[in-house]
């Protein structure tokens, strides 16, 4: 009798024991596992969750820093809307500058990461030369050149001159200020089309052997095969260029002396922003501002994604 | 030799001839900043400087205010060594973190970390100003520094996806040899990513240098300026006349862009065609 009770307890006992160990070594795992993601734990804790919480808070106050802030409700999104003209030509502005922007870059983009896409030996070179304008063109420098290269006697209306065409007075125009700024950021399509490039490597050759040889000619080609192929690359570039061009600060600052002239015409969204939080230290406005700014953002975003579904193709979940 | 087709003539006076007028504002500012600064507008149509001249590098480099740009090379330099090794570090071990360890709720972390990926930096803005001002912090490189060492979500979402490449056998045989953890990320997965800390590093060096908006918000004295902050003085505060100096000063900041690009074009091209990071 007293033997399977033995056992019993021995097994128990058993089994406890590994089980505590098994339970020691998940905490040791976890513990390590912490330890070694915790300056980003910490980090997105310190600098970005409990700052945007204070923004959200801070949206819905008057606060200029040096007093407390002054719970107020509604009354900056209130005033956004509908007493700031400003606010609304700043947004009309960036959306302009998304819109137009964005799709004219990824179209050069592709375009040329297309012609790059052969076996020749230049194409290193030419990557090179073609990224250039890219890797600059965050700077003050690249900006400070655009602004003299479309002033009055600048090259491009020097160049326009010589065409024939009529001399544009860039900076009198808020129209042809924005479109300064356009081409700049389309100027700058290198990153993009090095990951356009790298995706179109990826594309087997027999897969447009096999179309030739079924009589499809280059268009087809490229829109049956390379478009969506390629169609997830799109979508990466897509969102992150919308991203960021959203953000764009530095050329618009830099080109109208941080006023967003001439009247308001290269107004960016962050630089109005800018000038609301830092300049006027209006810091519960341009809270309320960013905030919106994130809806957008995340509204522009998830429409993308929606949109994905039916333009983009994926190969393993066997496609064609 | 046979002779090239028109063909391969057609496509290299196409693609090198739009390749040059791309680069045609850049070589624009490069010569202006060799002629004298009232002939820059009236001369813009032909390149060649005449007479070339450096005064325009001398006058500029005397700087404005008494501080010379030698001093705001120097602070931009400081700014982007104390960011690079702290980006370096804590990436590395973030991404190292993810990419091989197992712990309850990577998933979400992750997953967090892919949305601040995306999260536009103005919503931020204000509080992290608030915050670095109650600290005391202003007028100081600290907010630009101290964030650093926290990770930057662009490089750990690209080291993670280097390591994830390597065999964890090397792993495996490193702790039968009686590895710890940490060793196995110092002396095994380390060493192999040297491609992606290289990676790292430069896109780091490349967005210091550039970064205009922390330095507009933070530095407020003159002797404390990074390169893009004295343009921006040179722009808002030089008579219209002096174009020259501003465009030598330009090219100045442009020159270690250029240099760290042709030296280590590998690395800059992989990294932005495999994760993705825009230069």
Redesign the interface.
């Known amino acids: 009798m007293s033997t399977p009770i033995v056992n019993e307890n021995v097994q128990q006992r058993t089994s406890i024991t590994s089980e505590s160990i098994r339970k020691r070594r998940v905490l040791k795992e976890n513990l390590t596992g912490y330890a070694f993601i915790s300056p980003f734990v910490i980090g997105f804790l310190a600098f970005t969750l409990i700052p945007i919480i204070t923004s959200l808070y801070l949206s819905f106050t008057n606060y200029n820093l040096f007093s407390s802030p002054q719970w107020i409700g509604l009354q900056n999104y209130i005033k956004m809307f509908t007493q700031d003209p400003r606010y609304w030509k700043s947004l009309k502005v960036t959306l302009i500058y998304v819109f137009a922007g964005v799709p004219l870059r990824l179209a050069f983009a592709l375009l040329v990461a297309m012609l790059l896409n052969t076996a020749s030996k230049a194409v290193g070179l030419y990557r090179s030369l073609f990224y250039l304008p890219s890797l600059i063109g965050g700077s003050v420098a690249v900006s400070i050149m655009w602004r003299n290269i479309f002033g009055d006697q600048g090259i491009i209306n020097i160049l326009f001159h010589f065409l024939g065409i009529p001399v544009v007075r860039w900076f009198g125009n808020p129209t042809a200020a924005l479109w300064m700024l356009i081409f700049l950021s389309v100027w700058q399509f290198g990153s993009s089309m090095l990951i356009f490039l790298a995706g179109l490597k990826g594309i087997p050759k027999s897969y447009y052997e096999a179309a030739s040889m079924d009589g499809a000619n280059r268009w087809r080609q490229f829109t049956k095969i390379t478009l969506p192929m390629l169609s997830p690359v799109i979508l990466f570039n897509t969102v992150m260029q919308t991203i960021g061009a959203f953000m764009t600060f530095v050329p618009a600052f830099i080109i109208s002396k941080g006023t967003g002239g001439p009247m308001d015409g290269t107004l960016l969204y962050s630089l109005y922003l800018f000038t609301q939080g830092f300049s006027f230290f209006n810091m519960g406005y341009a809270s309320a501002m960013a905030w919106i700014m994130l809806i957008i953002v995340g509204i522009l975003t998830a429409i993308i994604f929606a949109t994905s579904k039916f333009w983009v193709h994926y190969e393993s979940e066997g496609g064609r | 030799m046979r002779m090239k087709s028109a063909k391969w003539w057609t ?2 006076i ?3 001839g ?2 040059v007028l ?5 070589v ?2 490069l010569m ?1 900043s060799f002629k004298e600064s009232h002939t820059i ?2 001369t ?2 032909s390149l060649i400087p005449h007479p070339w001249i450096w005064t325009n590098f001398t006058d500029g480099w005397k700087g404005i205010g008494g501080n010379s740009f030698g001093l705001f090379i120097k602070n931009t330099a400081v700014l982007v060594i104390l960011t690079m090794i702290g980006q370096i570090i ?1 990436c590395s ?2 991404a ?3 990419a091989r ?4 709720g ?1 998933a979400i ?1 992750f997953g ?2 892919m949305v ?1 990926l ?14 670095f ?1 109650k600290l005391g912090w202003l007028n100081s490189m600290k907010p630009l520094v101290v ?1 650093a ?3 930057h979500p662009f490089f ?1 979402f690209l080291l993670v996806q280097f390591i994830r490449t390597i065999p964890r056998e090397l792993d495996e045989a490193a702790t039968i040899d009686g590895c710890n ?1 940490f060793n196995i ?1 110092y002396r095994i997965i380390l060493p192999l990513i040297k491609p992606a800390l290289a990676t790292t590093a430069i896109f780091s060096f ?2 210091t ?2 970064n ?2 922390g330095p ?2 933070y530095l407020n004295s003159p002797a404390k300026y990074t ?2 902050m004295a ?2 003085m040179f ?2 505060t030089e008579t219209v006349s002096n ?1 020259g100096a ?2 030598a000063m ?2 100045v ?2 020159i270690p ?2 240099v760290i ?2 030296i280590f ?1 590998r690395y ?2 992989e990294g ?3 994760s ?4």
């Open positions: 496509y290299h196409l693609v090198g739009f390749s791309m680069l045609y504002p850049v624009w500012l202006s507008f009236t813009a149509k804590s071990l973030i190292f973190g993810f360890l197992e712990f309850k990577k972390w967090i970390m601040t995306m999260l536009p930096n103005e919503v931020v803005m204000v509080p992290q100003y608030i915050i001002s964030p060492y926290f990770g750990i953890t990320f490349y967005w240098w550039d205009l908006l507009v918000l390169v893009s343009l921006n722009l808002s174009w501003m465009f330009s090219i900041t442009l862009v250029f690009f042709f074009q800059v091209v932005i065609s495999t993705g990071l825009k230069g």
